[in-house]
């Protein structure tokens, strides 16, 4: 038996449950709790976390460490057209956030919209890149660096430079058709595990080193002009409306034949390529629908904290991108409840961390890892339908559990 | 350690216990002040300088009969948060300050990121910040109106050693314009703005910049750089990357034997060059706010002198200037308090705009964009393994050695 | 990019400066990195805790030489306390993700990571440490190139404890299960060996010696609680490339990672140098899968 991975096998009462806590949370707290919409803000966009990270990990058997890229990504070019719009985007960043911008609210949104939307598209471009082109993406960067060196020496624009190298990068992919597929997504298990994660590293490290973006300093995002309190609440509501987006969008997704694909990559890869699955075309799917729903998040993120600084915000890997995979996990990876679950306790657990364990709660927090992954490796969820597997409507043959213990 | 944690676990629960019980009742007789320090993370010694400065002063002001407000005596107290030292977590726990903990008004964090996340949320509400450890000029371009810091922004940090330099050239004949600068900056936000003001000031004076190289946090290896510095042979060699720096910076300049006419640096003390490599930091240029040899004074820690003695006492260790000017941040508000006559955010935020004051860290007096604009940085030198202020000449202990021997000559 | 070209060209003691440095540092990697591959080998669990193990042994021997003693005694005092630890973390945590999916270990020991680093934050505190080893400098090529003494003792010390595994490995009785279990645990059970010894002794050994890379790392740079990930990532690197088991080209690739490093640092600037790990990193993964897939495609 395949191990289930559709919402149609919670059970009724598991999901009615949820989508119940779920509302009342969304509709009462910022009645009742004004002051706590910004974390409940986090505690949505956590869940997209989770929720995108499980599409490749859970589903497809991919453990990224390296999806926080694509909120980076998504975070940093939606700031740059949030400002590029209206601003020169070097200059602005050069003066260290000196000439703050005043927006109007059309303004603003219509610069939230365009960010949100081109970083959602160029989280997308990365991971279709990564995942499938790393060598063409080498070596076009060899060529364009030596034809760029070449163009200076020589007189001629930089610009021939560049379209050399992307000309050429483009007739290796159409004369070498090994290297079209050779990107991080042609890794195994934990090869891809760390290729990933020294991928999220590496994108930090080249946004503090690169002046355009603020380098090290980082980048601030324009204001919300609204009035007092709005913010939290535009932001809060933003982001539930994403996890919502994101939640039923990967349901449906996982509910038709791309979902049947990927688990048959996560089953076995080989076979299902012997089979005729396009597997590297599923994968590159997979890893862009993850980033969509990233990019989008990244440019919230960015704009509730109002401050992008490279290393501990936007490209946070020691943060964000391992919590995805901890949440995923902790609620039951290959599920679609499972990372909701899994990212609401979280979140909860670690604010009261912060609250209460001052100072301690990072011990508090890697011990927590331990001991989810050693005691619950198959999740909340997973640990519960192990225990009442009728619940998940999975017949046990009494009998035939008896033989297999005795 | 874990003595001074359960203390400060146990004052924020009982701080947290008491807002939820008597939230509302307005806190009779004392006022909260609010502040996400770095416990933990990177930036936890200078996060615990911080808290330490913070609790001395409000210690101190305690005991000698609290703020007087009006026609009512207030004692001062502190709810602290840690921030991990990560900007997102520090904006998260201002807010949670303000809006759950009713905080009205806060002290800073330490560092410029921090502080950069911060600001924006304080500004929102309309809540008062005194910070005291966020030094990046861009804090004061953004227009904050309730922003204010007690510290000289960074921009100043090192330009007393280019200053410095083109004096030298000078007496030796020569042109500011032929001095030949190699720079190492951390890439972080405070480095970077240090490293603006290092730039600004040699395009100013006409100075070449030689080497331009940005160390990344991780970074414990400066010899790529330092190899260069060999090469090119600058007459000034600036470093700033937080302690870790300096410390890299002072160990590989010995061990590769780089000679530079001039080595400035930031968070010398922090770093503890001279208790770690001792004469190996001989000669070398440190940026600093303030000095126990300073002759500034007030009436409730009395001189700098007096200062550096209490906190000695009660946390045995000098007290860098990260600390002190802690400390100097809660005197301030005490002394808008007092003068505003109110615990209303808004009328302590114009006694902030208005103060005017001496303290034992120095003359605290804002410009309209919140920084203070009375305190000029100084600049120590090591010398026979001590640090002696060599700039500003007004409390100049002893002229800066130049050109720094050459590793040949004080190998003898 | 091209100005730091240019200087190489224009003075080449430089060149052996810089790589002589990076060659040098590579050494100390390659402890860090022998000891992953023991244990990924052996046990097939990816330990995350490197790194931390590596700074714990500086913080260690910081602790020595503040008592008086010789920096150097701090390399075997770090060495057994590290063994201990090891041991006990054997026996408390990573016992129970051997046999689990890899991914799961990957995941089990950083979370020991981030615990190991917070505790030494508690317990050493954040300021960054170093121990000055009183060795002096070299000169060499008129001058122009130095050679730190202490890392001339890192690189000579690294090899020998690497000569020290390689008989231990092959001459005693432990050695010998040990291989015989990474060959085959069930094989070796079978056999009469006591795997889940082997095991302990595998990790503990692993945290030794990069306990022993500690006290080097802290005598030529510095520690601080926060930067273990480097040294894990690095030892990674290193492994992957080296493959399991062959302590050679663990060392001939440590050495060439160091020396590749430090010229990225060189030319493309210090701002690059990690970038440059990182996203060697990830090629050397690609290339390493394009290998595979061309040798794949001429089995067939």
Not at chain 1, 71 to 91: K, S, T
Not at chain 1, 236 to 259: E, M
Not at chain 2, 147 to 167: D, G, K, M, P, R
Not at chain 2, 171 to 176: H, M, W
Request: proline letters at 3%.
């Amino acid at each position: 038996m395949s191990a289930p991975s559709t919402a149609a096998m919670n059970g009724h009462w598991g999901r009615w449950a949820g989508y119940g806590a779920i509302l009342a949370a969304a509709l009462i707290v910022p009645l009742v709790f004004p002051a706590f919409q910004t974390q409940m803000a986090f505690l949505w966009l956590m869940i997209v976390f989770a929720l995108t990270w499980d599409v490749m990990g859970g589903q497809m058997g991919y453990n990224s460490f390296g999806n926080i890229l694509f909120l980076g990504v998504g975070m940093y070019v939606c700031a740059v057209v949030q400002v590029g719009l209206h601003v020169d985007v070097a200059a602005y960043n050069a003066s260290m956030g000196a000439s703050a911008l005043d927006l109007t609210m059309g303004q603003y949104l219509t610069g939230l919209g365009l960010g949100l939307a081109a970083g959602a598209v160029a989280a997308v471009a990365c991971a279709v890149v990564l995942g499938a082109g790393v060598l063409l993406l080498l070596i076009a960067v060899i060529v364009i660096a030596v034809a760029v060196g070449l163009c200076n020496w020589l007189g001629l624009p930089p610009v021939l430079g560049v379209a050399a190298g992307l000309g050429a990068a483009v007739f290796m992919a159409l004369r070498v058709p090994a290297l079209r597929a050779h990107g991080l997504l042609s890794l195994r298990g934990h090869y891809f595990a760390i290729g990933t994660l020294g991928l999220g590293i590496a994108a930090g490290e080249v946004a503090s080193g690169w002046q355009f973006i603020g380098a090290g300093s980082g980048m601030v995002t324009p204001l919300y002009p609204g009035e007092l309190g709005g913010r939290e609440q535009f932001f809060n509501a933003a982001a539930f409306v994403l996890a919502v987006a994101t939640f039923f969008a990967l349901r449906r997704l996982y509910a038709g034949r791309f979902g049947l694909a990927v688990n048959a990559i996560r089953d076995d890869e080989q076979k299902a390529e012997a089979m005729g699955l396009p597997t590297t075309r599923y994968k590159t799917v997979a890893w862009s629908v993850a980033a969509v729903f990233m990019g989008i998040a990244g440019g919230l993120v960015g704009n509730i904290v109002g401050f992008i600084d490279p290393r501990d915000v936007a490209f946070a890997g020691a943060t964000y991108g391992v919590w995805m995979v901890l949440m995923a996990i902790l609620g039951g990876k290959g599920t679609i409840w499972g990372p909701v679950l899994g990212a609401a306790v979280f979140h909860i657990t670690q604010e009261l961390f912060w609250t209460y364990l001052l100072g301690w709660q990072r011990v508090a927090l890697g011990l927590l890892i331990v001991l989810i992954v050693v005691f619950f490796p198959q999740g909340l969820l997973g640990w519960v339908r192990a225990r009442w597997p009728e619940r998940f409507g999975h017949r046990v043959d009494s009998r035939a559990a008896e033989e297999a213990e005795g | 350690m874990s003595g001074k944690f359960a203390r400060t676990t146990g004052a924020v629960l009982a701080a947290g216990l008491a807002a939820a019980i008597f939230a509302g009742s307005a806190g009779a007789e004392e006022i909260k002040l609010g502040a996400a320090v770095s416990t933990t993370g990177k930036y936890s010694t200078n996060g615990a300088h911080t808290t330490n400065g913070y609790n001395l002063a409000v210690r101190r002001i305690n005991e000698m009969g609290g703020v007087k407000v009006g026609d009512k005596t207030y004692e001062l107290s502190i709810v602290y948060y840690d921030d991990e030292s990560t900007p997102a977590r520090g904006a998260q726990l201002a807010e949670r300050l303000i809006s759950q903990d009713g905080i009205k008004l806060m002290l800073g964090p330490y560092s410029s990121g921090l502080t950069k996340a911060i600001a924006p949320v304080t500004e929102k509400y309309g809540v008062p910040m005194v910070e005291a450890n966020g030094a990046s000029r861009s804090l004061f371009t953004q227009g904050y109106k309730y922003l204010f810091a007690v510290l000289s922004t960074s921009e100043q940090y090192l330009s007393a050693s280019i200053a410095l330099a083109a004096e030298m050239a000078e007496t030796q004949g020569k042109e500011p314009s032929s001095v030949k600068i190699a720079m190492a900056f951390e890439n972080d936000s405070f480095s970077q703005d240090v490293r603006a003001g290092v730039v600004a000031d040699a395009e100013a004076l006409g100075m070449k910049i030689v080497v331009d190289d940005q160390l990344p946090p991780e970074l414990n290896d400066m010899s790529a750089t330092l190899t260069k510095v060999k090469a090119l042979k600058p007459d000034v060699l600036v470093v700033s990357g937080h302690a870790k720096g300096a410390a890299t910076a002072v160990r590989q300049i010995a061990e590769m034997k780089v000679n530079v006419p001039m080595i400035a640096m930031t968070h010398c003390d922090s770093a503890q060059i001279i208790e770690k490599f001792g004469k190996d930091a001989n000669y070398t240029l440190c940026a600093t706010q303030w000095a126990p040899t300073m002759t500034y004074k007030d009436d409730v820690f009395g001189s700098a002198g007096d200062f550096a003695k209490a906190f000695k006492e009660a946390y045995d260790y000098e007290p860098p200037y990260q600390a002190a000017e802690s400390a100097a941040a809660v005197l301030v508000y005490a002394d808008a308090l007092r003068r505003a006559g109110s615990t209303d955010p808004d009328a302590v935020r114009d006694a902030l705009a208005a103060t005017d004051m001496q303290t034992f860290y120095g003359f605290v007096k804002f410009d309209e964009t919140g920084k203070n604009t009375a305190k000029p940085m100084a600049l120590y030198q090591v010398q026979n393994e001590e640090y002696v202020v060599v700039a500003p000449t007004k409390w100049a202990a002893a002229p800066a050695i130049w050109p720094v021997p050459t590793w040949a000559e004080r190998d003898k | 990019m091209l100005d730091n070209i240019q200087i190489l060209i224009d003075a080449p003691p430089l060149l052996v400066q810089v790589l002589l440095d990076g060659l040098l540092v590579g050494a100390i990697f390659a402890l860090a990195a022998y000891g992953m591959a023991l244990v990924w080998g052996v046990m097939n669990v990816i330990n995350l805790t490197q790194g931390d193990f590596v700074i714990l042994g500086g913080f260690i021997t910081v602790s020595v030489a503040q008592a008086g003693l010789n920096p150097f005694l701090g390399l075997p005092v770090a060495a057994v306390l590290l063994f201990g630890l090891g041991w006990l973390l054997y026996r408390s945590v990573v016992y129970r993700v051997v046999d689990k999916d890899l991914f799961i270990s990957l995941l089990a020991t950083f979370g020991l990571s981030i615990l190991l680093q917070q505790l030494m934050n508690q317990g050493f505190g954040a300021d960054v440490q170093s121990v000055r080893s009183g060795l002096g400098t070299w000169f060499a090529l008129g001058g122009l190139v130095t050679i730190t003494q202490v890392k001339v003792v890192a690189f000579a010390t690294a090899l020998v404890i690497g000569a020290l595994l390689v008989w231990f490995m092959k001459r005693t009785r432990m050695g010998q299960a040990i291989r015989a279990t990474a060959q085959n645990a069930r094989a070796a059970r079978i056999l009469g060996i006591d795997t889940d010894r082997v095991y302990a002794v595998t990790f503990a050994l692993n945290a030794a010696i990069c306990g022993a890379a500690g006290a080097l790392v802290v005598m030529t740079w510095i520690v601080h609680p926060y930067l273990g990930i480097t040294y894990t990532v690095r030892a990674f690197m290193i492994v992957v490339v080296a493959g399991l088991g062959n302590l050679a080209a663990v060392i001939a690739a440590a050495l060439g990672l160091g020396a590749a490093e430090n010229m990225a640092g060189f030319i493309l600037g210090a701002e690059f140098q990690l970038a440059f790990v990182y996203g060697l990193l990830v090629v050397i993964l690609v290339w390493r899968s394009w290998r595979l897939a061309r040798e794949r495609k001429v089995l067939r």
